[in-house]
């Protein structure tokens, strides 16, 4: 089965064909272009599709909520203008003929690392993206579990501070104005007057100023997990995004996090996400092989 995996974000429209083994070959990436609106970036997939011949298959790995049963966004950020109400797996399906498969891309993330990356093996974990926001994903019995409307796993919005800081979603305190790597960049600028990116902050680690900075923001990070693994109760803890790969991180996250957690809660791990860059290829992939 030759299937063709696609992964939508705001800057870029990533792509590759997977095999029967899910090796995925032909990687490539075009601009998304967001401005132009959510259909035609569903449009210019269709076109990419159509360069590809003997496809069995398409899987779509997209940001915003989606109804994976029906394919359509349900609702989606000025980020990609228009994408709210576009029906993904309809349009590809009436203009190829091929059988498609959507998710969200945190769930489709979380499908990569639950079926060949840092999950394999876990039947109930939790899957966390620290990026601009937070995004998340739930596997409950070896299951991803979407709730009543497709949103489940919406950890970035978890309050951990009552009337606490604006968020983006018109709310108040939510977890990812205070723990997202957008959340560290502000903190450092607010304490140290300067402007830094990720990449800068945690090569500066030497610096006392940064490293308290740091330091504050994965207590930051603790609060919210410590609050999703006493309502979950998970195995392991996927963690993912590029700032997960500073091992300082992770180990300072799995370090604070047991000294918070009552005995019983302890077995949990805290891991960096393992597929990097393919997880949500791979998990459309997986979703659309299922079909």
């Known amino acids: 089965m030759r299937i063709l995996a696609f992964d939508i974000g705001?800057?870029?429209?990533?792509y590759a064909l997977c095999d029967e083994n899910f090796n995925l070959t032909q990687s490539s990436s075009i601009p998304t272009n967001a401005h132009e609106g959510g259909r035609r970036i569903i449009e210019r997939v269709v076109e990419i599709i159509k360069t590809f011949d003997n496809v069995d298959r398409i899987g779509v790995s997209?940001?915003?909520?989606?109804?994976?049963?029906t394919?359509?966004?349900?609702?989606?950020?000025?980020?990609?203008?228009?994408?709210?109400?576009?029906?993904?797996?309809?349009?590809?399906?009436?203009?190829t003929g091929i059988p498609a498969a959507v998710e969200n891309d945190?769930?489709?993330?979380?499908i990569g690392e639950a079926i060949f990356g840092a999950a394999k093996g876990c039947p109930d974990f939790i899957c966390l993206t620290y990026g601009?926001?937070?995004?998340?994903?739930?596997?409950?019995?070896?299951?991803?579990?979407t709730g009543s409307?497709?949103?489940?796993?919406?950890?970035?919005?978890?309050?951990?501070?009552?009337?606490?800081?604006?968020?983006?979603?018109?709310?108040?305190?939510?977890?990812?104005?205070?723990?997202?790597?957008?959340?560290?960049?502000?903190?450092?600028?607010?304490?140290?007057?300067?402007?830094?990116?990720?990449?800068?902050?945690?090569?500066s680690l030497d610096n006392p100023q940064i490293k308290a900075c740091v330091d504050e923001w994965i207590d930051e990070i603790v609060v919210g997990l410590k609050?999703?693994?006493?309502?979950?109760?998970?195995?392991?803890?996927?963690?993912?995004g590029g700032v997960m790969s500073q091992e300082y991180i992770t180990d300072e996250i799995n370090k604070r996090l047991q000294d918070e957690l009552m005995q019983s809660f302890r077995k949990v791990r805290v891991v960096k996400a393992l597929m990097g860059n393919d997880a949500n290829k791979l998990g459309a992939a997986y979703l659309a092989s299922q079909l």
Do not use: W
């Not at 937070?134 to 299951?143: E, L, M, Q, S, V």
């Open 227 to 240: 609050g999703l693994v006493y309502i979950f109760n998970p195995s392991v803890v996927v963690a993912g």
């Open 106 to 110: 945190v769930n489709s993330a979380a």
């Open 149 to 203: 409307s497709f949103s489940a796993g919406e950890f970035g919005h978890f309050v951990t501070h009552a009337g606490g800081k604006d968020c983006t979603c018109g709310g108040k305190g939510c977890y990812e104005t205070y723990a997202s790597t957008s959340a560290l960049v502000r903190l450092v600028a607010e304490k140290t007057s300067q402007q830094m990116n990720g990449r800068e902050i945690f090569a």
């Open 10 to 14: 705001g800057t870029e429209i990533k």
């Open 71 to 95: 394919g359509e966004i349900i609702f989606a950020t000025d980020s990609i203008p228009g994408y709210t109400g576009v029906k993904i797996k309809e349009i590809i399906e009436t203009e």
């Open 132 to 145: 601009t926001g937070i995004g998340g994903a739930i596997f409950i019995n070896g299951k991803l579990f």
């Open 62 to 69: 997209t940001a915003g909520q989606v109804n994976s049963v």
